[in-house]
């Protein structure tokens, strides 16, 4: 059974930095493209940023890009994302997901292309 669980969540003022963490479990980690979406209230979920089976490719948002780092631990079954500068506008539940496929070419960004997720942690930023 695929089990997804982010961590580090909370509330922070704006420009503050927040890491994300995301334990794995259930299936073979080191196989699958990695990604995290968020989720504002009223909004849909969108993509932020993706992440190779190898680690070795990494794919985000404009919105995030410069500002957030995505990277795993294939070790550890562990999925991060490292968030700086963060803005107002940063605020939203993020989930972590697994990709449906093993071992793409390219990491997607379609939110189709990833078919299990974990519960979500809130990140809210203040001005």
């Given amino acids: ?17 927040v890491r994300l963490s995301c334990a794995a479990s259930g299936f073979h980690f080191n196989m699958y493209d990695m990604a995290w979406f968020r989720q504002a209230p009223g909004k849909e979920r969108e993509f932020v940023a ?6 070795t490719q990494t794919k985000y948002a404009d ?5 957030f780092t995505i990277s795993r631990d294939n070790a ?6 490292q968030m700086n500068s963060l803005k107002p506008e940063d605020t939203s539940v993020y989930y972590c997901a697994a990709d449906r496929h093993v071992h793409r070419i390219m990491p997607s960004t379609a939110i189709g292309d990833f078919n299990s997720w974990g519960q979500g ?6 001005p």
Avoid: F, P
């Avoid at 993706?50 to 680690?55: H, R, T, V």
């Avoid at 919105?63 to 500002?67: G, P, T």
């Fill in 121 to 126: 942690t809130q990140v809210t930023v203040s």
């Fill in 63 to 67: 919105s995030v890009k410069d500002r």
């Fill in 1 to 17: 059974q695929v089990l997804l669980v982010e961590s580090g969540g909370g509330l922070v003022q704006t420009g503050a930095s």
């Fill in 50 to 55: 993706a992440i190779s089976w190898s680690g």
């Fill in 76 to 81: 550890g079954n562990t999925l991060y994302l």
